[in-house]
């Protein structure tokens, strides 16, 4: 722990510091610059490498409470009552009170998995110290007050968690009000609007405390007071709300699909598993249960229960009860920081043939995700421990809840037959990172984070690791087709990186079969996709060399052609000559005047052959040179447009045609490196040369193929990074808009901006939605009559228009969410808050999905 | 006595390495010959704490600035991107610099692609105090980076051995014809 160690431990005990040079590990004379990277946290330092034996207490509890139920040797009960006992007997030292406090509170919000063990760790010490659990409940509370103000929900459910794990300590029942209270909220919150999203969430929070609290405490008073309120939580949890079908991965676009998993709400799944639970007494079997107050430390004198009344001389060591501070929950609860959305159950592997996973039945399912996605959250900026932590979970949960790690696939169902636990902890660790890549809206963080952590957990167990990810991408494969369209992006682009980590391999053999279908079918363009993906990350040959001759004739050897073809070099192409003149002048750096010449002689052939509009062939000539003078690499194409920026931005108010003349040059020339073309486009929208509108017209209109284009990658990536570019515009505008550190009238000025580029940006979702809801309806200009594929290529085509059509209803529908006008309130002058909930004014204007949720 | 303080409790990935910061140790350090009368340089960690430049190492040479773009926008739009270049032959050395606009994706960018392949190598990435002018070139003696000149390992990706190792076995090499 680097933040740590380099720290002195001022606790008492242990011997003193005088061990200078002999235990300072840099005075062995070998080469500085060797040193391991670690090493320079000590540099500023004292010599403090102690041997590891005779460390303070301070030390020993930190690193105790860190390494809590990691090691799978040591019983996790055993290490709980050591820690415990080395904190109560040191605890009149400040220091160690300072250290069991911060570190405690820090894993409850950074390590989920480890909060039951930190808890039984308190559960014990109070036995021995009564003071270590009164600290503990009162350090702890505030923090679930503050969590709770500041709508940090996942935070908040943690502590409570851990409160909920502690709560054998307290005199009286004291989570169930909390959580009562949160209920009257919640029902508040979906009574004002069936939008909210805010009060699912605290339904989810209640719910997934419920498990915790009663697997610490089996109280039969309790019992019926949870069971009571679990009765009223159905009504919520169990409808479903009319948000859920657009962040659903698998939509039902078209009756006759079966889905290839059902996502259900996880609130609804709770709630039916929690009702399982209640009626066959609560077993809640994957819950650890690290505290047992009958394995407490046996006393000369036995018999715990009369100890109270046998030792009247103070020396009790039974369990003391604890008052508990409480909190009080606002009367309008923060909707918190991020975006709130109903959260879909998704899983690669639930309820197949081979149970590897816990069953949608099963309370296992839900806990045990939630645990590790929000470990995977909350650790990104480690992937190396998540990883770890993944790699390890069967040690955060009861035994036998999973098989050993490494057990082959199929060796499961043996297994099974024998009825013993058959869920493979790599399966479930990989099934729930999947659960983030394919999050809808968008997943927390970054999507490349997940790849990341996938390609870590690989590296630390190849072999286990491997074979649940050739399951899940041949599961991932075969749905492809009714997948949600932007989800099927992010498995090809997942897929692709992944490959381009382990030397792209991928038994491609077995979709040999599909290679026949045409590339207007979801799996023939993931193919498709992912090779060019590949190619991008690598180069063209390298690619091919990793696939049988089958799939040879997709990467072209015109692919391996790293400086395309000049165009007017072909005598052929009209206007070769004067094309030649230019780029010949452009490479030379001739003044635009001569360059003018030329082009004029252009000007004059093209309306010599009748040609509406010479500024298209025109730009055609002049980007074309570009390009081909830059096509060495991406810096020299970028100098090359800086310098002739000016003539380049001037086409544009003078026609749109020459404008979109632009992105067809760059299209034309790298058309064998789509990637770079649009990466180009990207740059040209930077400058300005484009507009978004321009690049959307371009790719859904002139280029739309009747259609066929929505299954082309590129046309993808155009439309996706434009739209990207402008919603991110908006957003940035209206946080400036919002900022408060910004003068009042700077602020008014930017509000005064906001509709300008909120309707710039409604202008371009209305293109698109127009474009594809046309295909999808099969209303294609020249759509109907002129198919030659016959009415199965139709149908494909039609299909590409609806996967298109939801996926840019959802973004738009999260825009309005995030910067329509309904949501982000009156411009307000001074230190004020926006009270974000308390804004209901009128809902964003016609917008169905208006209420989603309210983000300042 | 100062309270105990923990910011996390796993390492965290975006931080300067200990090389960066052991440069500015060095720098620092002052010297007792000569008084020190420049101005004293703005302290490095504040800079790094705004930094929005990455290092990048261990390129292959034939990886191209298409593929570099490729991966590292996974973490954000690129602001720029320079080449390390051989001081004499112009051509690329092995490393980079990626520029971003936000600090916060130059921050992702050490968490989640630094340690990760790119054309087939584990790369390596490290916070920069930002690009200038001539930090572009390799350092070595032979115009590529200083680690070519002794690697003692055949690295195809980087050109074989390294410089050194190979004019050393160029070296008396005329004695052995005619043998």
Redesign the interface.
């Known amino acids: 722990m680097a933040d740590t160690d380099s720290r002195r431990d001022y606790g008492g005990g242990g011997g003193g510091r005088g061990g200078g040079y002999r235990n300072d590990r840099r005075s062995g004379g070998f080469n500085k610059r060797k040193r391991g990277r670690e090493d320079d946290d000590f540099d500023q330092g004292y010599p403090n490498h102690r041997p590891r034996g005779d460390a303070p207490p301070g030390t020993r509890i930190r690193k105790g409470l860190l390494e809590i139920a990691e090691d799978p040797l040591r019983l996790p009960h055993e290490v709980a009552q050591n820690l415990a006992k080395l904190t109560a007997d040191n605890y009149e030292d400040e220091y160690v009170k300072d250290i069991f406090a911060t570190v405690a509170l820090k894993l409850i919000v950074e390590q989920p998995f480890k909060i039951p063990f930190v808890a039984a760790v308190v559960l014990y010490a109070n036995a021995e110290n009564a003071e270590v659990a009164r600290d503990a409940i009162a350090k702890t509370v505030p923090r679930l007050q503050e969590y709770l103000e500041a709508g940090q929900w996942r935070e908040f459910k943690l502590v409570l968690r851990f409160l909920a794990c502690l709560s054998p300590l307290y005199e009286e029942d004291a989570i169930s009000p909390i959580l009562d209270q949160l209920f009257d909220r919640a029902v508040d919150l979906q009574t004002a609007s069936q939008d909210d999203t805010l009060g699912l969430e605290l339904i989810k929070v209640i719910l997934l405390t419920v498990p915790y609290l009663l697997a610490a405490n089996n109280d039969e008073t309790l019992r019926q007071t949870v069971s009571d309120l679990l009765s009223r939580t159905d009504i919520v949890a169990s409808t479903q709300s009319p948000i859920e079908p657009l962040v659903d991965p698998y939509p039902d676009n078209n009756a006759q699909d079966e889905k290839a998993m059902p996502c259900a709400s996880t609130i609804s799944m709770l709630q039916r598993q929690l009702q399982e639970e209640e009626a066959n007494g609560w077993p809640l079997k994957c819950i650890p249960r690290v505290y047992d107050p009958t394995l407490k430390p046996v006393k000369a004198n036995g018999d715990g229960d009369l100890e109270i009344e046998a030792n009247g001389n103070g020396e009790t060591k039974t369990p003391t009860k604890h008052t508990f501070p409480g909190i009080i929950v606002p009367a309008t609860v923060n909707t918190g920081p991020r975006a709130l959305f109903p959260d879909l159950y998704f899983s690669l592997y639930a309820d197949q043939e081979v149970e590897s996973v816990p069953p949608t039945t099963n309370i296992a399912s839900c806990i045990v995700r939630d645990a590790i996605v929000d470990t995977i959250n909350i650790l990104d900026f480690n992937r190396n421990a998540t990883a770890r932590f993944l790699n390890e979970i069967d040690c955060y949960w009861a035994p036998d809840t999973f098989v050993k790690r490494s057990t082959a696939f199929d060796k499961l169902r043996d297994i099974q037959a024998a009825g013993k636990p058959t869920w493979k902890p790599e399966d479930v660790a990989i099934d729930a990172i999947f659960s983030q890549v394919f999050q809808l809206p968008t997943p927390e963080h970054r999507l490349v984070y997940y790849h990341s952590l996938i390609t870590e957990s690989c590296k630390i167990s190849p072999g286990a690791v491997a074979p649940s990810l050739g399951r899940a991408i041949r599961f991932l494969f075969r749905s492809v087709d009714t997948m949600d369209m932007e989800l099927g992006y992010r498995f090809m682009d997942w897929f692709a990186h992944h490959l381009s980590n382990f030397e792209f391999r991928w038994k491609w053999a077995e979709w040999i079969p599909e290679l026949t279908l045409s590339d207007l079918t979801p799996k023939k363009a993931f193919i498709l996709g992912t090779l060019e993906k590949e190619i991008q990350l690598s180069f063209a040959k390298r690619v091919r060399d990793t696939l049988p001759e089958d799939y040879h004739p997709l990467i072209p050897t015109s692919k391996e052609n790293e400086v395309p073809k000049f165009k007017y070099d072909d005598e052929n192409t009209p206007y070769a000559k004067e094309g030649r003149e230019v780029l010949t002048m452009l490479k030379k750096k001739a003044p635009e005047a001569d360059v003018q010449t030329v082009l004029d002689i252009v000007r004059d052939q093209a309306l010599a052959h009748g040609i509406e509009d010479p500024l298209v062939p025109i730009m055609d000539i002049y980007m074309t040179s570009i390009l081909s003078i830059g096509s060495k690499s991406l810096s020299h194409v970028l100098s090359t447009i800086d310098r002739c920026k000016d003539r380049l931005l001037a086409v544009g108010p003078q026609s749109e045609a020459a404008r979109r003349q632009i992105i067809t040059s760059v299209m034309n020339f790298w058309a064998d490196h789509p990637g770079t073309a649009v990466n180009l486009v990207d740059k040209l929208l930077n400058y300005t040369i484009v507009t978004p509108m321009s690049v959307i017209q371009w790719a859904l209109q002139d280029h739309m193929d009747r259609g066929r284009a929505l299954a082309n990658l590129r046309t993808y990536e155009l439309v996706f990074l434009t739209m990207f570019k402008v919603t991110n515009r908006v957003r940035q505008v209206v946080r400036e808009r919002n900022n408060m550190t910004l003068p009042y009238s700077q602020r008014q000025q930017i509000d005064e901006a906001l509709p300008r580029e909120r309707e710039g940006m409604r202008d371009l979702f209305a293109a698109i939605e127009d474009a594809v809801t046309g295909v999808a309806a099969g209303a294609q200009d020249e759509m109907v009559e002129r198919f030659e594929g016959g009415e199965a290529e139709e149908e494909l085509v039609k299909r590409w228009g609806v996967r298109w059509t939801r996926v840019w209803k959802r973004k738009n529908a999260v825009e309005e969410a995030v910067v329509g006008e309904g949501f982000i309130g009156e411009l307000v002058e001074g230190e004020l808050e926006l009270d974000v909930v308390g804004q209901e004014e009128e809902a964003a204007v016609g917008e169905e999905y208006g209420d989603m949720d309210q983000v300042a | ?1 100062a ?12 931080r300067p ?2 090389y960066a ?2 440069k500015y ?1 060095k720098r620092r350090r002052p010297n007792n010959d000569q008084p020190n009368t420049r101005a004293p340089s703005p302290d490095l960690e504040e800079k790094l704490s705004t930094a929005t430049t990455l290092y990048i190492g261990n390129l292959s040479f034939y990886t ?4 570099i ?3 590292f926008s ?4 690129l602001k720029r ?3 390390g270049l051989d001081r004499f032959t112009k051509t690329p050395c092995g490393f980079c610099f990626v520029e971003y606009y936000t600090h916060s994706d130059a921050l ?1 960018c050490l ?3 630094g340690g ?5 190598r584990i790369i390596r990435c490290d916070l920069d105090e930002g690009f200038s002018e001539g930090r572009q070139y390799g350092r070595g003696k032979s115009g590529g980076q200083v680690r070519d000149e002794y690697r003692e390992e055949f690295d195809p990706g980087r050109g074989g051995f390294g410089k050194n190792v190979r004019e050393q076995e160029a070296y008396g090499a005329e004695y052995a014809q005619g043998q």
Do not use: A, I
């Open positions: 006595m309270p105990f303080q923990m910011r996390n409790t796993v390492e965290r990935l975006d390495s200990s910061m052991s140790k191209t600035e298409e593929q773009h490729h991966l996974k973490c954000g739009e991107l320079v080449m992702d968490k989640y692609v990760t392949k790119l054309d087939e």
